[in-house]
């Protein structure tokens, strides 16, 4: 298991991470999300050993992370970082070596990479020659050369169209084994609560909310939708409730007080028919923006 420790981080007067833990569980996808400048690829660069922490620390394994394991991570920078002018073969499998592969293994490995993305004939190209999805393909490719023992992805997806985000998708559900965590930070919310399993919500250098996606959908503000027959404007008179929208017998309302639920229940019962009552789903967006309130 890969786990940040009461990671701490500021950048002169600027605390940019406060006291940040989380674990990222091997066998799950972990998506990152936070608004901008709230603190996700300084934890990430940090957890590579590109910048280091104020305080806190890095562990793997239940042990300090150290540089020869980190050796063996997969990392996609948010500024990328692959050369453009360098032939797409050269570069992965230069990626490949510097990673620790021999010359043979760092070829077959790109070798299958390339052809897995549809790329093999275009080997010999130039990395700015193709498309800004292929470029990115390749960067993904960069990331997994080495078959990382833990993968970190900066907006892998960013700028992907959905066809683009699926292939890279099925990807790394091929190329990474069960043991792999996999942390990767998005502003693609959908895309998130889709493909995770776990979450971290980072919001202005702290963690506001962690844990598996559908949990925190369930710990989030409950919100019911109540259809019955006649009007249902009486329910804006229910205390412990805020209702969120009525229009004729349709309504959404939240419960402020737990268990308030039950006697708008049986009220719309007293008063006629109830056509569909029940909690409704909670997007990820919803427990984002409550958690980043
Ligand atoms: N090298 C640096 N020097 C000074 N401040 C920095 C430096 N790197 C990051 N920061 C500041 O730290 C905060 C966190 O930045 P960071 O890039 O980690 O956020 P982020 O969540 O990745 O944002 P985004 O989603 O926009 O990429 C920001 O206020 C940023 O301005």
Redesign the pocket.
């Known amino acids: 298991m890969l786990s940040v420790a009461g990671l701490t981080r500021r950048?002169?007067d600027?605390l940019?991470l406060d006291d940040v833990s989380f674990d990222v569980v091997p066998g799950r996808m972990t998506g990152f999300v936070?608004?901008?400048?709230?603190?996700?690829?300084?934890?990430m660069r940090i957890i590579l050993g590109v910048l280091g922490a104020t305080a806190g620390e890095v562990r793997w394994q239940g042990g300090p992370l150290t540089q020869q394991v980190r050796q063996d991570f997969g990392y996609m920078p948010?500024e990328r970082g692959l050369y453009p002018k360098m032939k797409i073969r050269d570069q992965l499998v230069f990626f490949g070596r510097l990673h620790g592969l021999d010359p043979v293994r760092a070829g077959e490995r790109t070798d299958k990479l390339l052809e897995r993305l549809s790329l093999a004939e275009r080997s010999g190209d130039m990395l700015e020659t193709l498309s800004l999805g292929n470029q990115q393909r390749v960067q993904i490719a960069a990331a997994l050369v080495h078959e990382p023992i833990a993968l970190v992805l900066d907006?892998p997806f960013s700028g992907l169209d959905p066809l683009a985000v699926d292939a890279m998708v099925d990807l790394l559900r091929e190329e990474v084994s069960p043991e792999v965590p996999v942390l990767f930070?998005s502003?693609q919310l959908d895309l998130v609560e889709r493909l995770c399993d776990d979450l971290v919500v980072?919001s202005r250098?702290k963690v506001v909310a962690a844990g598996p996606v559908s949990e925190l959908a369930a710990t989030s503000t409950a919100t019911y939708r109540l259809v019955v027959d006649g009007d249902a404007g009486w329910l804006r008179d229910v205390p412990g409730i805020q209702v969120r929208d009525v229009a004729g017998g349709s309504a959404l309302f939240d419960v402020t007080d737990a268990g308030r639920e039950q006697q708008v229940l049986q009220e719309a019962m007293s008063r006629g028919s109830v056509i569909e009552f029940g909690p409704e789903r909670v997007a990820l967006s919803d427990v984002f923006r409550e958690a980043t309130r």
């Open positions: 950048f002169g600027h940019a936070g608004a901008n400048g709230a603190g996700k690829t300084t934890t948010e907006e930070s502003h980072l250098g």
